[in-house]
């Protein structure tokens, strides 16, 4: 049985191979950062913010009572924002052994972020997916 984690993947990659070029795909991703909800002014915390990212980035991380764990985000740059929600669609809700086991690297290349995206967005996107893996990895035990 596949895992939801896959599932949404997957489901990423049809749309994905649905948009033409990547101006199309680049539209979607800010279309997608702008349906995030608002991080309060309190979440804009240093403790929430991801070290490696070139623009301003904030996760919270939310473990839930059934295992899960909730992520939410919010960047100052709309492509970011995103990345972000791209993300979330990826890890949020999901079991933190899912998110710690998930190939992040594999899925980014899967829906071509790796060659579309700067250098600089990619580290910052690595950087995110770090953190996610870390907190989720704190979360498993």
């Not at 049809?14 to 608002?38: N, Q, S």
């Not at 403790?47 to 960047?75: H, I, M, Y």
């Not at 990345?83 to 990826?90: W, Y």
């Not at 967005?121 to 979360?139: F, P, T, Y």
């Amino acid at each position: 049985m596949q895992r939801p984690i896959d599932a949404a993947l997957d489901e990423l990659a049809d749309e994905f191979e649905l948009l033409g070029d990547w101006e199309e795909r680049y539209r979607y991703v800010i279309e997608l950062g702008k349906d995030l909800a608002p991080l309060s002014q309190a979440e804009h915390s240093e403790a929430n913010k991801v070290r490696g990212c070139a623009s301003q980035v904030w996760l919270v991380t939310e473990p839930q009572a059934d295992g899960t764990v909730t992520f939410r985000g919010d960047s100052d740059a709309h492509i970011v924002s995103g990345l972000i929600a791209i993300l979330m669609r990826l890890y949020s809700g999901r079991p933190a052994k899912d998110i710690v086991d998930f190939d992040a690297a594999a899925a980014m290349a899967r829906l071509g972020l790796s060659e579309a995206l700067s250098s600089q967005r990619s580290n910052g996107l690595k950087a995110m997916v770090a953190r996610i893996q870390r907190d989720a990895a704190a979360l498993a035990g």
